[in-house]
């Protein structure tokens, strides 16, 4: 049987599309995407992965390495995505053992601590480089190298830190800390220079004047720092020809491949016309609401993306502008992988319906 390939194939990803089915019967019952909803319907299921509870990586980070060979095809629990992160930053990973670090927020519960979503301090870069000059000499004392191309994303290395397994900042987001907290890959132990260093960082930044400056405006303090995505730059190759994000690990990737990498367009419409090949689009609307549980925001989320990318998407397929459209939703563990063609929307018998792929 003769396989037709599409010469202009577009596929979203979409990071944080998955609720969990518990959430979505409480607050997305009233869900209106009739693009979308025509789409997953009448698509090919290609792919469904299952997580666990307990996974320190995020699964759209694991399609993402998978995708480009960052990792193999089996693996679980891995996200080594520290140095493609920092050749999007602008740094150099060469052979180096890389993990990324970034400034945080921890809250104190009733009786555990908290980390807060990142992106929710609105920390600007000149208050984030106050903080590194602060920390980077106490760092660098314990035999750490540390690269900051850019204020609020940090590079350390050195065989003083060993191999760490630590956790997404987003996976570990609204949750307490203690299972997400960098421990030694080999034997599982709490690492003692990590432990260490962050201490150091800790103590520096109590009092700090760009943090009491933060509290005078009733920002949250920025009062300790996470480590995640070590690891070290692997030959990666690229199934797409154009890669449009706005996470720096997917656009690394799509560099260290050799294929054009950019920011996300923030239209179909804008995307121009695709060519030959096949182009990815990352969007990352859903991240803050579904971390921060907003389900109004969520569904505003979605509501843009079926204006601005589902609906003219849809058109372009059954125009036959658009050779085929693939689809990952990502939640919180799993994800599912679809994809559509002009022909699977005359498949008027499929009913598949977006609240069957929540997980």
């Given amino acids: 049987m003769r396989t037709i390939m599409h010469s202009n194939r577009l596929h979203l990803l979409l990071p944080f599309a998955l609720p969990a089915a518990a959430d979505a019967s409480m607050a997305l019952h009233d869900l209106h995407s009739p693009a979308l909803d025509k789409l997953l319907a009448r698509a090919t299921l290609v792919e469904r992965v299952a997580g666990e509870d307990f996974q320190r990586t995020l699964p759209h980070e694991r399609w993402v390495a998978r995708q480009f060979g960052a990792i193999a095809a089996n693996a679980v629990d891995e996200a080594p995505l520290a140095p493609y992160m920092l050749l999007a930053d602008g740094g150099t990973p060469g052979n180096e053992q890389w993990a990324c ?103 520096s930044w109590f009092e700090h004047p760009v943090n009491e400056a933060r509290e005078a405006r009733g920002l949250p303090a920025v009062n300790s720092i996470w480590l995640h995505a070590q690891g070290v730059a692997q030959p990666v190759r690229s199934p797409f020809v154009r890669v449009l994000s706005d996470a720096v690990a997917t656009r690394g990737l799509a560099l260290a491949a050799g294929v054009e990498a950019a920011g996300a367009s923030a239209s179909f419409q804008a995307l121009g016309p695709l060519g030959a090949g096949q182009t990815l689009v990352e969007l990352g609307p859903f991240a803050a609401p579904f971390i921060a549980q907003d389900w109004a925001a969520w569904q505003d989320a979605l509501g843009s993306l079926e204006r601005d990318w589902f609906a003219p998407a849809l058109e372009a397929l059954e125009t ?18 679809l994809t559509a063609t002009r022909g699977d929307l005359r498949k008027f018998w499929r009913r598949r319906v977006l609240a069957s792929l929540f997980e």
């Fill in 101 to 203: 670090v970034e400034p945080v927020h921890v809250r104190i519960a009733h009786d555990h601590l908290v980390l807060i979503d990142p992106s929710a301090l609105d920390l600007s870069d000149e208050e984030a480089a106050q903080l590194l000059a602060t920390a980077k000499p106490l760092i660098e004392e314990l035999g750490v190298k540390v690269e900051a191309p850019t204020p609020r994303r940090w590079y350390l290395t050195g065989a003083a830190l060993g191999k760490l397994a630590g956790a997404s900042p987003l996976r570990a987001s609204g949750r307490s800390i203690e299972i997400w907290l960098p421990h030694d890959a080999q034997s599982g132990q709490r690492s003692r220079i990590w432990m260490k260093l962050q201490n150091e960082v800790q103590m």
């Fill in 320 to 337: 036959g502008r658009l050779g085929a459209l693939a689809l990952t939703l990502a939640g919180d563990t799993g994800s599912v992988t």
